[in-house]
C-alpha cells in the first residue's frame, strides 16, 4: 500500500468497534484514460469541502494494480468509505454526483451532523474540474 494512502486511512489499532467514533476516510479508484473518472473527479474534489473532518484521497488504479487486489477495486471509478482504516461500504451507484456521494456518506456515517451547514455547501468550484485530489 502507498505511504500517503496509509496515512490517510491511519487507524487505530485500540479500536475494535463500528460504533466507536474515529477517523472517516473516503478514497476514490480511479483511471486516467476512463471517461466516467473524469466525470466524477469534479463532485468528489468538492467533498472535502462539505466534510472537513472526512479525509478525502484518490488513487490512481493504473499505477498501483496491487492496492486494488487489497481493496477489491474490480472497476473504476470506484469510491470505497473507511472507518479507522477498515472498509465499511463501497459506492454502489452508476450517476457519480456531488448529492449522491453526499447521500452515500452521511447514510453509511449515520451522523447527519456531520455534514456542515446543508445543501448550501454541496458546491462546485473552477479548481475543482483540474483533477484528481491524487495520491
Known amino acids: 500500500m502507498t505511504t500517503l494512502l496509509h496515512e490517510v486511512l491511519y487507524s487505530n489499532p485500540m479500536l ?21 473518472s473524469a466525470k466524477a473527479a469534479p463532485h468528489f474534489n468538492a467533498l472535502p469541502r462539505a466534510y472537513l473532518p472526512l479525509r478525502v484521497a484518490a488513487i490512481d488504479s493504473s499505477k498501483y494494480k496491487n492496492v486494488n487486489t487489497y481493496f477489491g477495486i474490480l472497476s473504476v471509478p470506484s469510491v470505497v468509505l473507511f472507518h479507522n482504516g477498515k472498509i465499511i461500504a463501497k459506492f454502489n451507484d452508476t450517476s457519480f454526483t456531488l448529492n449522491k456521494f453526499a447521500e452515500f456518506i452521511e447514510y453509511f456515517t ?26
Open 16 to 36: 475494535k468497534d463500528r460504533g466507536t467514533p474515529s477517523n472517516c476516510s473516503v478514497v476514490m479508484f480511479y483511471a486516467t484514460w476512463c471517461p466516467f
Open 110 to 135: 449515520g451522523n447527519y451532523d456531520f455534514f456542515l451547514d446543508n445543501v448550501s455547501v454541496l458546491f462546485k468550484l473552477n479548481e475543482d474540474f483540474i483533477g484528481f485530489i491524487i495520491l
